[in-house]
């Protein structure tokens, strides 16, 4: 009798290992693990005409594993509701069979999209949007000191009338219409999940032109699109595009909005693009919004946005597309940057300045410290902790406002405690994929990103568009004018020349798009 397969140990799984009540309205699955490269795969889910696609990566500071291996299992029709799956994965490597094996359980909740709030705006108000925004939000979310607000503003003004004149003139064609929705999608675990939240804008003319793409817009960090905040910068944008004859579906993240109770799923790749593009398919499945797009076309084209953060989902949301919905969507453009795209170098460089141990990598080369820890501890850390199986506590690695010196030191050494930890950062970054032209074949990805970022290092998207190489092209002379220069040498204040770029970057779509 031959002996049982060694078990191959899951790192991260979507759903979540014997999970009961998995949203049957699912398509897309994943399992994760460490390997060696070389060795292949066999597949499988037990759906009807189920299929698998790995997605790999290379692993560093892991010396027990070079590779991490992203499986990606489809089933071409939602699963059938109270019933057990299975998804597997099987490999041989020196005469020894390795299995690694999830199983769940799907529930019965119906998909669906309730609006729980509506707002009209006329052309003149959309116009005046920005302008607005300029001279109020915009100068409150910088948080700059008395002395330099005065010195900066009007460069900042000025900055608006010269370069951002699509978005401080959109000269749209219609009034629109915003609505706060909430729909089903899943948790993190993978189970249903009835009260996600997010915002939909369209023109408020049932005889504006109908585009043949719908926008998916991610938002960056802090923001909560639903909540109609015109001083939040992507509910403003939201309605820009829409004044301009678009469909616009803009999702609030996990833990924002109607899930405020719940940690955030920051930079969760996973559970962001499956929650973000389970959005786009409860609005394309509702006849509703038909009129503001050519409904007939199939799959319907998408084009994808995001900035900081949101450029982090826009990537995720590219790939849950590809991977799990070619049938129905179509990813025509993706726009997207400032975004930690190697999130796992991105949070090592602020442990590197915390040590002083940078040495010039520019992964930390302009990091603050004092700010960066706070996006370590109190965004990356909890959803990491909440939703994945990293093996520590919070406790373990953050000490009040600060970073436990053990978990710096360790993490940064060989304290294998870490290892999970390490391993998971490294499966929701974008730039060790190894497979790139498999993974991101038949999309060009728009990229941006100041020099002058002291906020997420530049060179997340200098690793990102050489990862990708023909499937990029980087707009390298973006958010690098007289103007950001003038900025970055006036202050060193983190997240200034950040906030800049994104305005210029939407800018800039926006004008492609219009």
Same mark, same amino acid.
């Given at each position: 009798?031959?002996?049982?397969?060694?078990?191959?140990?899951?790192?991260?799984?979507?759903?979540?290992?014997?999970?009961?009540?998995?949203?049957?309205?699912?398509t897309?699955?994943?399992?994760?693990?460490?390997?060696?490269?070389?060795?292949?795969?066999?597949?499988?889910?037990?759906?009807d005409?189920?299929?698998?696609?790995t997605?790999?990566?290379?692993?560093?500071?892991?010396?027990s594993?070079?590779?991490?291996?992203?499986?990606?299992?489809?089933?071409?029709?939602?699963?059938?509701?109270?019933?057990?799956?299975?998804?597997s994965?099987?490999?041989?490597?020196?005469?020894?069979?390795?299995?690694?094996?999830?199983?769940?359980?799907?529930?019965?909740?119906?998909?669906?999209?309730?609006?729980?709030?509506?707002?009209?705006?006329?052309?003149?108000?959309?116009?005046s949007?920005?302008?607005?925004?300029?001279?109020?939000?915009?100068?409150?979310?910088?948080d700059?000191?008395?002395?330099?607000?005065?010195?900066?503003?009007?460069?900042?003004?000025?900055?608006?009338s010269?370069?951002?004149?699509?978005?401080?003139?959109?000269?749209?064609?219609?009034?629109?219409?915003?609505?706060?929705?909430?729909?089903?999608?899943?948790?993190?675990?993978?189970?249903?999940a009835?009260?996600?939240?997010?915002?939909?804008?369209?023109?408020?003319?049932?005889?504006?032109?109908?585009?043949?793409?719908?926008?998916?817009?991610?938002?960056?960090?802090?923001?909560?699109?639903?909540?109609?905040?015109?001083?939040?910068?992507?509910?403003?944008?939201?309605?820009?595009?829409?004044?301009?004859?678009?469909?616009?579906?803009?999702?609030?993240?996990?833990?924002?909005?109607?899930?405020?109770?719940?940690?955030?799923?920051?930079?969760?790749?996973?559970?962001?693009?499956?929650?973000?593009?389970?959005?786009?398919?409860?609005?394309?499945?509702d006849?509703?919004?038909?009129?503001?797009?050519?409904?007939?076309?199939?799959?319907?084209p998408?084009?994808?946005?995001?900035?900081?953060?949101?450029?982090?989902?826009?990537?995720?949301?590219?790939?849950?597309?590809?991977?799990?919905?070619?049938?129905?969507?179509?990813?025509?453009?993706?726009?997207?940057? #400032?975004?930690?795209?190697d /999130? *796992?170098?991105?949070?090592?460089?602020? @442990?590197?300045? +915390?040590? %002083? &141990?940078?040495?010039?990598?520019?992964?930390?080369?302009?990091?603050?410290?004092?700010?960066l820890?706070?996006?370590?501890?109190?965004?990356?850390?909890?959803?990491?902790?909440?939703?994945?199986?990293?093996?520590?506590?919070?406790?373990?690695?953050?000490?009040?406002?600060?970073?436990?010196?053990?978990?710096?030191?360790?993490?940064?050494?060989d304290?294998?405690?870490?290892?999970?930890?390490?391993?998971?950062?490294?499966l929701?970054?974008?730039?060790?994929?190894?497979?790139?032209?498999?993974?991101?074949? #038949?999309?060009?990805?728009? /990229? *941006?990103?100041?020099?002058?970022?002291? @906020?997420?290092? +530049?060179? %997340? &998207?200098?690793?990102?568009?050489?990862?990708?190489?023909?499937?990029?092209?980087?707009?390298?002379?973006?958010?690098?004018?007289?103007?950001?220069?003038?900025?970055?040498?006036?202050?060193?204040?983190?997240?200034?020349?950040?906030?800049?770029?994104?305005?210029?970057?939407?800018?800039?779509?926006?004008?492609?798009?219009?």
């Open positions: 009798m031959p002996a049982a397969p060694t078990v191959i140990e899951v790192l991260d799984s979507s759903p979540d290992v014997d999970v009961t009540g998995v949203a049957h309205y699912r897309g699955f994943s399992l994760s693990h460490t390997g060696q490269p070389g060795a292949g795969y066999d597949l499988n889910i037990t759906c005409d189920g299929s698998g696609f997605i790999e990566r290379e692993s560093i500071d892991t010396p594993a070079t590779q991490l291996l992203e499986h990606r299992f489809s089933c071409p029709d939602r699963l059938d509701a109270n019933t057990s799956y299975e998804m994965v099987e490999t041989k490597i020196s005469n020894e069979n390795f299995k690694g094996l999830a199983l769940f359980t799907s529930g019965s909740t119906t998909p669906g999209l309730n609006v729980l709030a509506q707002t009209q705006s006329s052309r003149e108000e959309i116009e949007l920005f302008d607005n925004y300029i001279t109020g939000g915009l100068v409150d979310e910088l700059l000191p008395p002395l330099l607000e005065q010195l900066l503003i009007s460069v900042i003004i000025d900055l608006a010269s370069e951002w004149q699509n978005l401080a003139n959109p000269e749209v064609a219609y009034g629109t219409t915003v609505q706060r929705v909430e729909y089903t999608s899943i948790s993190p675990d993978g189970k249903e009835t009260n996600l939240s997010g915002l939909i804008a369209f023109p408020n003319d049932l005889d504006a032109i109908e585009r043949d793409q719908v926008i998916l817009l991610n938002h960056a960090t802090g923001s909560t699109p639903s909540e109609f905040n015109t001083s939040d910068a992507w509910f403003i944008i939201a309605q820009l595009f829409a004044g301009r004859g678009y469909l616009v579906i803009t999702p609030d993240n996990y833990g924002r909005g109607s899930t405020v109770d719940s940690p955030e799923t920051y930079l969760l790749a996973g559970s962001t693009g499956a929650n973000t593009v389970d959005l786009v398919q409860r609005v394309l499945e006849e509703s919004y038909n009129a503001y797009y050519l409904s007939e076309v199939s799959p319907a998408i084009i994808i946005i995001g900035y900081s953060q949101g450029g982090h989902s826009a990537i995720a949301s590219w790939l849950e597309i590809i991977h799990h919905h070619e049938a129905s969507l179509l990813v025509d453009a993706v726009y997207a940057g #400032g975004a930690p795209f /999130l *796992y170098r991105t949070f090592r460089g602020v @442990l590197q300045t +915390v040590n %002083n &141990t940078c040495g010039g990598d520019g992964f930390c080369n302009l990091v603050d410290p004092d700010v820890i706070t996006f370590a501890s109190d965004r990356i850390l909890p959803g990491f902790i909440a939703y994945t199986d990293t093996r520590v506590e919070l406790s373990d690695l953050i000490d009040g406002e600060n970073l436990q010196p053990a978990f710096v030191e360790g993490f940064l050494s304290n294998t405690d870490f290892n999970n930890l390490r391993a998971l950062l490294q929701n970054s974008f730039t060790n994929i190894s497979n790139p032209s498999a993974v991101f074949a #038949g999309t060009v990805a728009n /990229l *941006y990103h100041s020099p002058y970022d002291r @906020l997420v290092p +530049v060179d %997340n &998207t200098l690793t990102l568009a050489d990862t990708l190489g023909g499937n990029a092209i980087h707009h390298n002379g973006q958010c690098d004018s007289g103007g950001f220069r003038l900025i970055f040498e006036t202050t060193d204040k983190v997240g200034v020349i950040h906030t800049l770029c994104g305005l210029d970057t939407l800018d800039a779509v926006f004008a492609e798009l219009r």
